[in-house]
Nanobody, 121 residues
Framework: QVQLVESGGGLVQPGGSLRLSCAAS????????MGWYRQAPGKERELVAT???????NYADSLKGRFTISRDNAKNTVSLQMNSLKPEDTAVYYC???????????????WGQGTLVTVSS
C-alpha cells in the first residue's frame, strides 16, 4: 500500500558527490520518520540518516559533516546529499519510511528497492 522509489545512485570517483532521492506513494495519511540506510557487501544494513516530519535529523556519527538529509513533507520525498565520498561509502542505499495509512490509520513501515552507490576511481 506504500511504495518507495529511489533514484540517483551510480558510480562516482573518490571525493565526488551524489544526491539520492526517494519518493513515497500510496495510501499515506502521514509519515513520521524518513531515512536512509545502507548495506555494503558482506556487512549488515546500517543507519545513514533519518529526518522527522518536523525536520529533526539524526546521522551516523561517521557520516556527520559529509552527508545531509532533507525532506519535502508535501511531496513525501526525502533526499540525501553525499559529499566527499569515499570507497568505503560503496553500498546499496535503502530509503525507509514509517507512518500511518489513510482511512485505517494503521501504521506501516516501507523500504525502497535500494540504489547502488559505487565509489571508485
Amino acid at each position: 500500500q506504500v511504495q518507495l522509489v529511489e533514484s540517483g545512485g551510480g558510480l562516482v570517483q573518490p571525493g565526488g558527490s551524489l544526491r539520492l532521492s526517494c519518493a513515497a506513494s500510496g495510501s499515506i495519511f502521514g509519515i513520521v520518520p524518513m531515512g536512509w540506510y545502507r548495506q555494503a557487501p558482506g556487512k549488515e544494513r546500517e543507519l545513514v540518516a533519518t529526518i522527522t516530519s518536523g525536520g529533526v535529523t539524526n546521522y551516523a556519527d561517521s557520516l556527520k559533516g559529509r552527508f545531509t538529509i532533507s525532506r519535502d513533507n508535501a511531496k513525501n520525498t526525502v533526499s540525501l546529499q553525499m559529499n566527499s565520498l569515499k570507497p568505503e561509502d560503496t553500498a546499496v542505499y535503502y530509503c525507509n519510511a514509517r507512518g500511518a495509512l489513510t482511512g485505517t490509520y494503521k501504521t506501516f513501515e516501507a523500504w525502497g528497492q535500494g540504489t547502488l552507490v559505487t565509489v571508485s576511481s
